[in-house]
C-alpha cells in the first residue's frame, strides 16, 4: 500500500538531511552567527528509517543539508541505498543537493556510489556577486567546476537553484538564461520563503514569477512545457530548443495540492512540511530498539496528519522553530 495522506496525496519523495552544518553563510538562510544546532545521525541509522519509507512506498531519495558534502561518510549510504529495493523491484531514485563548494572533486566517487543526479545551489554567476551571497570570497570558481564536473560524468540533468532576493540578485535572471544555455544545465529560480535564521522575510523581498518571466522574455522567448502535478517547478524552454528554465513560485503560486514530500531531518525526526510546527520524533524509536512495524506505524502517522497547505502571507502565519538550513532542503 503506498503512503497516502488525509488529503488524497501519494507520498512518494523522501528528503533525507545528514547534517545541518554548511561551509557558507548564505544571506537568505544563515545569520552566520550559529554553526550545528541538532545532532548527526549515523550513517547506519538513515539508511534503516529509509529501508522503513522506501518499504512503505518511497520511490525517491534525496539528500539535503546544510551541505551534505560535508559528511565523509556519505558516500556508503550512497551505496547501500541505491541497493533497496520498491516495490516494482527497483532502486529508488538518488539525487543529491549541494551548494557545489565540494562538488569537482566528489562528482566521480558519488556517481560510481549510485547517485543519479545532482542539484546546485547558485544564487548569482557574478563572481562578486556570488561572494556577497554567499559570504564566502573566492568560492564562485569552485561551484563552477562543481557544476560542469557533475555534468561530466552524468549526474543530470545537473539542475542549479537560485533563490531570488530583491535588492541582491534579481537582475541575474537574463545572466542566468545564458548561463543555463551555455552550461547545459537547467536554471530553477525560487521564491525567497520565511526560513531563514533572520527572520527578515517580508512579501516585498520576494521576486514572484511573473516578474522573473517578464525578465527572461528580454533575453530570449520561450515557452512553458509540461510538468508533473507533484513537481514544484514550472518549466519553460527556450523557442529556438537550446536550454531549459524553471520557476519553483510557494509564495506566488503554491503547489501544496498536489504535494507528494516529506522529510527526515538530520537528527532523525519528519517534518511533513518544510512550515510544519510540529515534528515526529523517529529516532527515539530506532535507539530504543523498536521494530520496523514500529517505525512504519511513527511514518503512516505523520503522513496520516500531513497539512493541507502552508500559510505564507496569511494573517496569524507562524514561521516555524527550525530553518530551513535546520530542516533539509
Known sequence: MPLIDSHGRTIRDLRISVTDRCNYRCVYCRTGEHGAQFA?????????????????????????????????????????????????????????????????????????????????????????????ITRVKGSYQEVLEGVRAARQVGLGPVKINCVLLRGFNEDQVEAFGRFAREEQVVVRFIEFMPLEEGRVWSPDVVVPLEEVLERMAHFAPFHEIAHEASSTSRRYGFDDGCGEFGVIAPVSLPFCGACSRIRLTS?????????????????????????????????????AHKEARHHIGEPGFVQPGRTMVHIGG
Request: proline residues 4%; aromatic residues 4%.
Open 40 to 132: 548527526e545521525l549515523s550513517m547506519v541509522d538513515y539508511l534503516r528509517m529509509a529501508r522503513v519509507f522506501v518499504s512503505l512506498g518511497i520511490t525517491k531519495i534525496r539528500l539535503t543539508g546544510g551541505e551534505p558534502l560535508l559528511r565523509n561518510d556519505l558516500l556508503e549510504l550512497i551505496r547501500e541505498l541505491s541497493t533497496l529495493r520498491t516495490a516494482e523491484g527497483k532502486p529508488p531514485e538518488l539525487a543529491l543537493t549541494t551548494n557545489g563548494h565540494l562538488l569537482a572533486g566528489m562528482a566521480v566517487p558519488l556517481r560510481k556510489a549510485g547517485l543519479g543526479r545532482v542539484t546546485i545551489s547558485m544564487d548569482a554567476v557574478d563572481p562578486e556577486r556570488f561572494a556577497r
Open 267 to 303: 537528527d532523525g525526526k519528519i517534518r511533513t512540511c518544510l512550515f510544519s510546527l510540529g515534528e515526529y520524533d523517529l529516532h527515539t524509536a530506532v535507539r530504543e530498539g523498536r521494530s520496523d512495524e514500529d517505525l512504519a506505524q511513527i511514518i503512516e502517522h505523520a503522513v
